[in-house]
């Protein structure tokens, strides 16, 4: 993987900053950013309808690549404004009623716990959340508990929280739930462009993904992963558009056959085609390559923020590139004040965002930071090295 040349691909990065709130909303490549403004371009002087169809060929080409970014196929993928459209159209597919049990952790992302809360609040359904392990990690036999005693509809885990850097293990939940015949659904948010992400070794029914963090995409753009079987078994979500069904009868439509029918018929097109570039990039240099030094950055941060005083908020056996710290007395105001004068960029997340998992670790909040390939071990030692001198 060559830094410079990635460096060089970025013009976000051409006036010295150290860039680290990938976790929030990354940098661009150049490739993605052009691919947006030509294609708008070509909409301001023909219209969208025509060039829609001219480059339907290469529209068509997001579904190969991000389908290949998970190792999935290209009809099981459909294309979001972001992670939560995602998120809502799969749970909008399943047929609540009340009583129905949905199983998910402490560490979900805060816009599913709300979303679960709502359903429970309209529908009646019931939110039960497995427990954790003393070490932090999901505790599995907790799980095969509640699945006997509720028989859940669903199963939802979040595979790397935004509030900590803690790796959930997606992939033993999804055995769990295909011995038990259990629709599982996974926000993989924060892990699709930071690491490997394989929809058949997690062996979930739904996955869903965000453009604008590790994958390097534009904002308002994801997308959605749909099983062969929800789709054999007609799932779809509650209000279908002509992109999802024809109308065959005066009272009757036919569903798409691929997880198009998650999709509306209006989208940017020049979004989803930023989304295909970014995408594309990450295939090219390879997600087990970005993986692997994405861990030893983040390896490193920590060790030197714990060797420095900081308390470091990460507790799993397995940590992602999210790095989540406060100073010794809780303090965040003077970390991001040395951050700020430096130009580092980084993000701060408070009680509110992560309500169960800060509740456990007695803390209001953490500054965040979240490393990417196109930074360098020297830029981390940087760092390292002026926050350290802040507790001085």
């Given at each position: 993987m060559n830094i410079d040349k990635i460096k060089q691909d970025t013009r976000g990065l051409e006036d010295g900053k150290i860039f680290l709130n990938n976790a929030g909303s990354s940098l661009m490549p150049d490739i993605v950013t052009d691919a947006i403004v030509d294609y708008l371009k070509l909409e301001e002087l023909?219209?969208?309808?025509?060039?829609?169809?001219?480059?339907a060929d290469v529209l068509d080409e997001f579904y190969d690549e991000t389908a290949k970014l998970i190792n999935a196929k290209p009809f099981n993928m459909a294309f979001a404004t972001s992670a939560t459209e995602a998120y809502a159209k799969a749970l909008s597919s399943i047929v609540f009623k009340a009583d129905d049990v949905i199983i998910t952790t402490a560490d979900d992302y805060i816009s599913n716990q709300i979303t679960f809360i709502?359903?429970?609040?309209?529908?009646?359904?019931k939110v039960v959340r497995m427990k954790n392990l003393p070490d932090n990690e999901l505790?599995?036999?907790?799980?095969?508990?509640?699945?006997?005693?509720?028989?859940?509809?669903?199963?939802?885990?979040?595979?790397?929280?935004?509030?900590?850097g803690l790796i959930q293990n997606v992939e033993a939940v999804g055995k769990i739930c295909?011995?038990?015949?259990?629709?599982?659904?996974?926000?993989?948010?924060?892990s699709v462009g930071q690491m490997v992400v394989d929809v058949e070794k997690i062996s979930c029914d739904f996955l869903t993904a965000t453009g604008r963090k590790f994958l390097r995409g534009p904002r308002g753009t994801g997308f959605l992963y749909v099983s062969d079987r929800i789709l054999e078994q007609d799932y779809a979500p509650l209000l279908l558009d002509?992109?999802?069904?024809?109308?065959?009868?005066?009272?009757?439509?036919?569903?798409?056959?691929?997880?198009?029918?998650?999709?509306h018929w209006e989208m940017s097109y020049a979004s989803m085609l930023g989304l295909k570039q970014a995408a594309r990039y990450a295939n090219h240099i390879g997600m087990d390559v970005i993986e692997q030094y994405n861990?030893?950055?983040?390896?490193?941060?920590?060790?030197?923020?714990?060797?420095?005083?900081?308390s470091v908020w990460d507790w799993g056996n397995r940590l992602?590139?999210?790095?989540?710290?406060?100073?010794?007395?809780?303090?965040?105001?003077?970390?991001?004040?040395?951050?700020?004068?430096?130009?580092?960029y980084f993000s701060v997340t408070y009680r509110n965002s992560a309500l169960i998992d800060f509740t456990n670790k007695n803390i209001n909040g953490i500054v965040r930071l979240?490393?990417?390939?196109?930074?360098?071990?020297?830029?981390?030692?940087?760092?390292?090295?002026?926050l350290k001198d802040s507790l001085e």
């Open positions: 023909s219209g969208g309808y025509y060039v829609a169809n001219v480059n709502s359903l429970q609040k309209k529908v009646g359904v505790d599995l036999e907790d799980l095969e508990h509640l699945i006997r005693e509720y028989q859940p509809k669903l199963v939802a885990v979040t595979h790397i929280p935004t509030n900590s295909r011995e038990h015949n259990i629709l599982y659904l996974v926000d993989a948010c924060q002509m992109r999802g069904a024809d109308w065959t009868e005066y009272n009757d439509y036919e569903l798409c056959r691929t997880a198009k029918r998650f999709e861990q030893r950055l983040s390896q490193k941060l920590r060790e030197n923020l714990r060797d420095s005083g900081f992602s590139s999210i790095v989540t710290f406060s100073g010794p007395d809780g303090d965040l105001e003077k970390i991001q004040k040395v951050l700020k004068e430096n130009h580092v979240s490393p990417h390939y196109f930074n360098t071990m020297e830029e981390i030692e940087k760092v390292s090295e002026m």
